[in-house]
Each structure stands twice: as structure tokens, then as C-alpha cells.
């Protein structure tokens, strides 16, 4: 079946480590994006990619990195910087940044 | 910057009732998302639209460009509707979402 897939599901990150959050989609599509979600607030935009090897800060970026080495796979490294992690994120993919967006399951960030 | 702004925050319903979540917005857009999102925390896209009215089922959205808000509409209602439905507007520079409505619907 063609869809978005995130691993984890659930991730624990100790003081000071480097996490990276796993998204793969196999829609064939152009534009991926990295959410962040916050208890009662709305999606926040971390980074997105238009393109292979290309992607654009977003909203929120500091204390994150990514990469989009493959059109397939953009994954999202929350970095030791990133002082406040834990929330759940979501990876979207879509055919272009003006289409509509498919999402992950998401992967649920905690703090050891 | 454009702000999106959901009514209501959270509803309470009987099942079969009908469901309208309003959405409005404060800069001209392009077009605009419904999404529902389930108490696992995935989400679904459920509408794009641009203009007018796109029907899907029991969904029902409606847009009104000019007056700069949106509405979902769920007719019959029933438990499996229980999700939170988050408006989103497409600028120029991505996708900007409202907080969400959270809809409980009881037996």
C-alpha cells in the first residue's frame, strides 16, 4: 500500500543525546515535512524539502537537522540544542507545496 | 502573519446530530485543508478546497473566499467521528493550522 511511514512510534531521549526520527513514503512525491505538535497548540513547521537533496528551515528549526539524501526518506535529527523535545511530531509528504499533504502516524518524543 | 482561528474549541454531541466546525482566517489564501486527527495521533486529509463546497461521504465543506472562513459539516454524526478536526491554510511560504476542535460524540 503507498503511504507515509514514521519510526518509532514512541521515542525516549536522554539529556544531551542526538535523536533521529525516521519518515519514508512511497507516493512518489516531491515535497516532505517535518511537524511538530504541542498540547493544545496547532502544527508547527520544523523543516521541508521540495527536492531531493534540498530542504528549507521552517517555522521552528533550531535544534533540529535533516536530511533528503533520498526523494523516499527524510529523516529528522532532534539535536542536544533542542532544549524543550518532547511533543509528537508528524512527517507529510505531497506532490508539491501548493497539493494536498499526506500524513504520518506520527512518532511520540519524550525526555528521559 | 495570518492567524487561524477554530470554533468551536471542543463539542459535545448526541449521536445523529448534526456537526458544523467553523473555520476563519485573516489573510487571503490560496486554499484550504480539513484534517482529522484520531486519539492514536495520526492524521487523515479529508478536504482541499479552494472554492464552493466538496461533499465526501456524511463530510461536507464549504468555503467562502470573500468572507475569509470555512466550515465542516458532518450530518448523522456518530461515535467514530470523534477526532479532532484542524483547519489549515495554504500561504505562500506553507501550510498554516488552526488549533483544532476536538468533537466528542456519545452514544
Known amino acids: 500500500d503507498g503511504g507515509i511511514t514514521q519510526s518509532p512510534k514512541y521515542l525516549f531521549r536522554k539529556e544531551g543525546q542526538n535523536v533521529t526520527l525516521s519518515c519514508e513514503q512511497n507516493l512518489n512525491h516531491d515535497a516532505m515535512y517535518w511537524y511538530r505538535q504541542d498540547p493544545g497548540q496547532g502544527l508547527r513547521l520544523i523543516y521541508y524539502?521540495?527536492?531531493?537533496?534540498?530542504?528549507q528551515k521552517g517555522d521552528i528549526a533550531e535544534g533540529y537537522s535533516v536530511s533528503r539524501e533520498k526523494k523516499e526518506s527524510f529523516p529528522l535529527t532532534v539535536t542536544s540544542a533542542q532544549k524543550n523535545p518532547t511533543a509528537f511530531y508528524l512527517c507529510?509528504?505531497?506532490?508539491?507545496?501548493?497539493?494536498?499533504?499526506?500524513f504520518g502516524a506520527g512518532t511520540r518524543l519524550s525526555v528521559l | 502573519k495570518n492567524e487561524v482561528e477554530q470554533s468551536p474549541q471542543n463539542l459535545t454531541a448526541q449521536e445523529g446530530e448534526f456537526i458544523t466546525i467553523n473555520c476563519s482566517y485573516s489573510v487571503g489564501i490560496s486554499a484550504l485543508h480539513w484534517l482529522q486527527q484520531h486519539p492514536g495521533g495520526g492524521i487523515v486529509s479529508l478536504f482541499m478546497?479552494?472554492?464552493g463546497k466538496k461533499k465526501h461521504g456524511r463530510l461536507i465543506a464549504t468555503i467562502n473566499i470573500q468572507e475569509k472562513h470555512s466550515s465542516l459539516h458532518i450530518t448523522a454524526s456518530h461515535p467514530r467521528d470523534s477526532a479532532v478536526y484542524i483547519c489549515a491554510v495554504f500561504l505562500p511560504d506553507g501550510l498554516t493550522f488552526g488549533k483544532g476542535t476536538h468533537l466528542i460524540i456519545q452514544p
Open positions: 524539502s521540495q527536492i531531493v537533496n534540498d530542504f
Open positions: 478546497l479552494s472554492s
Open positions: 507529510a509528504s505531497s506532490v508539491n507545496p501548493k497539493n494536498i499533504q499526506y
